[in-house]
């Protein structure tokens, strides 16, 4: 990346694309909003990346993030950020220096951003596609090494409320998230993540009638699906 290319722009001088199939809850908008309001470095870090128009290619979930911090009064962001831990461990001068930052920010909002003017309409149809495809995964081992709440805040929270592969013995977990736990005697693990309203989906693939738990033994499966 070059980063002579990389500017600060005014929020509104740039916009979300309509045409991005790439969607966030209410839910985890508002962890990624603070987790911006925590770490607003990493906005210059990550720049949104626009056509020559101003139209967001990349970094949709990121504006629509400050823009909602936009629409907060000073008062509302000084006690959102304090309820955030890692700002909590952090000294006074460093607390100050993160709530000026915002006081000011929320004067005259921005944002950084990189703008392509050399992309034909097919290259910026491709690019908004590969921009939001996670081709890797979390190494959980390596996670472990992490506070679990500081991951939380930070958006890492693919399994809510608990660490995957913990306290699920006897194929049960703690789920809040519409997620499907199929659990073989071997505690090998089949994780299904899926949207909320894509129940019916789900219970075609498992078999199943409806959902009575968030953990699923193999044997429970097949003996439903046999049994009809």
């Given at each position: 990346?070059?980063?002579?290319?990389i500017?600060?722009?005014?929020?509104h001088d740039?916009?979300?694309?309509e045409?991005?199939?790439?969607t966030?809850t209410?839910e985890?908008?508002?962890?990624?909003?603070?987790?911006?309001?925590?770490f607003?470095k990493?906005?210059?870090?990550r720049?949104?990346?626009?056509?020559?128009?101003?139209l967001?290619l990349?970094?949709n979930?990121?504006?629509k993030?400050?823009?909602?911090?936009?629409?907060?009064?000073?008062?509302e962001?000084?006690?959102?950020?304090?309820?955030?831990?890692?700002?909590?461990?952090k000294?006074?001068?460093?607390?100050?220096?993160?709530?000026?930052?915002?006081?000011?920010?929320l004067?005259?909002?921005?944002l950084?951003?990189?703008?392509?003017?050399?992309?034909?309409?097919?290259?910026?149809?491709?690019?908004?596609?590969k921009?939001?495809?996670?081709?890797?995964q979390?190494?959980?081992?390596?996670?472990?090494n992490?506070?679990?709440?500081?991951?939380?805040e930070?958006?890492?929270t693919?399994?809510?409320g608990?660490f995957?592969f913990?306290?699920?013995d006897?194929?049960?977990?703690?789920?809040?998230?519409?997620?499907?736990?199929?659990?073989?005697?071997?505690?090998?693990r089949?994780?299904?993540i899926y949207p909320?309203?894509e129940?019916?989906d789900?219970?075609?693939?498992?078999?199943?009638?409806e959902?009575?738990?968030?953990a699923?033994r193999?044997?429970?499966?097949?003996?439903?699906?046999c049994?009809?």
């Amino acid at each position: 990346m070059n980063d002579d290319k990389i500017t600060r722009v005014p929020l509104h001088d740039v916009r979300q694309n309509e045409a991005n199939p790439r969607t966030i809850t209410p839910e985890n908008l508002k962890k990624l909003v603070r987790s911006i309001l925590e770490f607003p470095k990493m906005l210059q870090v990550r720049p949104v990346i626009t056509d020559e128009t101003g139209l967001i290619l990349g970094g949709n979930m990121r504006h629509k993030a400050l823009a909602s911090i936009a629409e907060l009064s000073e008062d509302e962001i000084m006690a959102e950020i304090g309820t955030l831990r890692s700002v909590q461990r952090k000294v006074r001068g460093e607390q100050e220096q993160l709530a000026d930052f915002w006081k000011k920010w929320l004067k005259s909002p921005y944002l950084y951003a990189i703008r392509e003017t050399e992309l034909s309409e097919d290259d910026k149809r491709e690019f908004v596609i590969k921009d939001n495809v996670h081709a890797g995964q979390w190494d959980y081992d390596m996670l472990r090494n992490f506070d679990q709440e500081d991951l939380q805040e930070w958006c890492v929270t693919p399994w809510s409320g608990t660490f995957p592969f913990e306290g699920m013995d006897g194929g049960t977990a703690t789920n809040e998230n519409n997620s499907v736990e199929v659990v073989a005697p071997e505690r090998e693990r089949i994780i299904i993540i899926y949207p909320r309203g894509e129940n019916a989906d789900v219970l075609r693939l498992l078999g199943l009638k409806e959902l009575t738990k968030p953990a699923y033994r193999l044997d429970e499966i097949i003996g439903k699906q046999c049994a009809e």
